[in-house]
T-cell receptor, first 117, second 108 residues
Framework: DSGVTQTPKHLITATGQRVTLRCSPR?????VYWYQQSLDQGLQFLIQ???????AKGNILERFSAQQFPDLHSELNLSSLELGDSALYFC????????????????FGPGTRLTVT | DAKTTQPPSMDCAEGRAANLPCNHS???????VYWYRQIHSQGPQYIIH???NNETNEMASLIITEDRKSSTLILPHATLRDTAVYYC?????????FGKGTKLSVKP
């Protein structure tokens, strides 16, 4: 158990719909990361937040957005869903994003499996 | 970020040491080498990291060559539960760039 929780575990929805995935980081961790894992693309970084502020963006589509709340939990919003958005979505947390060239190890949650039909 | 080359798959007998190589010849001076693994659709799990010196923890050992262009992750006594995809990730920024990794199969 990494200490990172994600809800829901599974989500099935239709094309065009909007969903919200939730992540609670490990106690004390200030940084949250979102990753997408699909069969054809592998694990891809989407976005990072540190203490409520967006810190880095990866291959995140404009239809996707995220935020980190004052209690440090984070939500990933996916809208206008397409079949290709079906994937595992992982959240990870770390103490800080970087320090002197070393990135702190990230602890991953169990993921949310999204199926778009 | 440095690019990595890992063998797509490896087999290891249960109880034997598993040595997983990684080539990261374009690694820059401030980039650490991180190893993660993913057991069948679970969230990736941090294993170990290093900069220049060899490192050991309760899970594994990491050997980094003197020129830092390659490294080897060693699982000293592999068990069936070590069957997973292992990722070698050089980095110094916040986000991890996952490649395809090595699928390690530990066989009885």
């Amino acid at each position: 158990d990494s200490g990172v929780t994600q809800t829901p575990k599974h989500l099935i929805t239709a094309t065009g719909q909007r969903v919200t995935l939730r992540c609670s980081p490990r106690s004390g961790d200030l940084s949250v990361y979102w990753y997408q894992q699909s069969l054809d693309q592998g694990l891809q970084f989407l976005i990072q937040y540190y203490n409520g502020e967006e810190r880095a963006k990866g291959n995140i589509l404009e239809r996707f957005s995220a935020q980190q709340f004052p209690d440090l939990h984070s939500e990933l919003n996916l809208s206008s869903l397409e079949l290709g958005d079906s994937a595992l979505y992982f959240c990870a947390s770390s103490l800080q994003p970087t320090s002197g060239g070393a990135l702190y190890e990230q602890y991953f949650g169990p993921g949310t499996r999204l199926t778009v039909t | 970020d440095a690019k990595t080359t890992q063998p797509p798959s490896m087999d290891c007998a249960e109880g034997r040491a598993a040595n997983l190589p990684c080539n990261h010849s374009t690694i820059s001076g401030n980039e650490y080498v991180y190893w993660y693994r993913q057991i069948h659709s679970q969230g990736p799990q941090y294993i170990i990291h290093g900069l220049k010196n060899n490192e050991t923890n309760e899970m594994a050992s990491l050997i980094i060559t003197e020129d830092r262009k390659s490294s080897t992750l060693i699982l000293p006594h592999a068990t069936l539960r070590d069957t997973a995809v292992y990722y070698c990730i050089p980095g110094s920024q916040g986000n991890l760039i996952f490649g395809k990794g090595t699928k390690l199969s530990v066989k009885p």
